[in-house]
Nanobody, 127 residues
Framework: QVQLVESGGGSVQAGGSLRLSCAAS????????MAWFRRAPGKEREGVAV???????TYADFVKGRFTVSRDSAKNSLYLQMNSLKAEDTGMYYC?????????????????????WGQGTQVTVSS
């Protein structure tokens, strides 16, 4: 069983930055990929970024060039550096984890692929 706990959310002005963290506990297979998702008010959940154990990454088009996903396997931690934030980035951000054949993940990012979820951390960007 894997447990995920997010932190680092908050309120920021448009153009600002935030760094989200996700601490994972429990056994993580070498084929595990970890991801960030978000849900804006009144909208469906959408995938933001994925990183796998081999360091390969997948990003949603709307965050490319602004967000960077990283992980520290030794600390079982996942991070999301968010720069040039926009009001439309506002929402609850969730950390997720799952095991994938060969340890690879391919776009599009789909929440149904991930088995473990955190409780979320709120990000609010004011314009």
């Amino acid at each position: 069983q894997v447990q995920l706990v997010e932190s680092g959310g908050g309120s920021v002005q448009a153009g600002g930055s935030l760094r989200l963290s996700c601490a994972a506990s429990g056994y993580m297979y070498s084929s595990t990929c970890m991801a960030w998702f978000r849900r804006a008010p009144g909208k469906e959940r959408e995938g933001v970024a994925v990183i796998c154990a081999d360091g390969s990454t997948t990003y949603a088009d709307f965050v490319k060039g602004r967000f960077t996903v990283s992980r520290d396997s030794a600390k079982n931690s996942l991070y999301l550096q968010m720069n040039s934030l926009k009001a439309e980035d506002t929402g609850m951000y969730y950390c997720a984890a799952g095991s994938f054949v060969g340890g690879h993940y391919y776009a599009p990012i789909d929440g149904r692929d991930f088995h473990y979820w955190g409780q979320g951390t709120q990000v609010t960007v004011s314009s």
